[in-house]
């Protein structure tokens, strides 16, 4: 028996509060209470679902690469404004493995959502035992360097999160 | 209402349109299904962000207090759209749907 089993998943319960402040839109005292009241029984409950908690080791860092991420967003979008309002033919589709070295299951995941999200490439599959990632590109002249990128931009401060 | 804001909400929502209408376009008319795929996964992105921003300036400048809810939609998308992407790019990938000549590498075959 943990610690603290009655309350399992302390940053899941702050997020659910957030949530149900976010969703209610106002800061009222019954909003406040209804949304703790959720947010310590919902992970309570179904604790059963989620045996490991991902550990998240640097929360500054961790918002950091959620404005880098989100910067990349826009920039990209606008790279894919050119790419699909171009001449088709000058796109160079490619099919991309790129290995990866995280060991943590979430982190594979939000590296995977990550690299979908930013445009011009798409997370197609997962290889066994999560050491590669199989990538479609829009457009990579260089295959070998856009992994490079990839890896250097993305994966290696995801790993510095979360393992 | 201030015109400063209502200009910032007139820009969010013309940007959000045209991001919607540009992956709209890449869906009609990128050559084969990997690569149309990105038009519609990236819309949402900025498209519906933009959007949903420019709902947030005008809810909390023509009513009480902030309007804040709108992010939620935003983050509920950013958790789903590559779930969704990843999804539809494996299914096609296992009925192993052609790609255009030009497409460089191959993918894993099943």
Redesign the interface.
Known sequence: MRARSWLPHPTLTLVLFLIWLLLMNSITPGAMVLGALLAWSLPTLTRAFWPEVPQVNNSWKMLGFILLVLGDIVHANLVAFRLILGPTRKLHPAWIEMPIDLHDKFAVTILASTISLTPGTVTVEVGRGHTKLLIHALNAEDPAALVAHLKQRYETPIREIFE | MNIVIEAIIAILLLAGAA?AL??S??LA????F??R???P??AT??GV?CTVLASAFFFSSTQD?L???E??IVVFL??T???S??TV??AA?HRHVK??E???????RH
């Open positions: 991001f540009v992956g376009i890449g008319r990128l050559p084969d990997f690569q795929l990105h038009g996964t990236k992105t900025l962000g207090g309007s804040l809810h992010i939620l950013f958790i759209a590559p779930v992407a990843h790019a494996r990938l790609t255009t030009r497409t460089q590498g191959e993918p894993w």
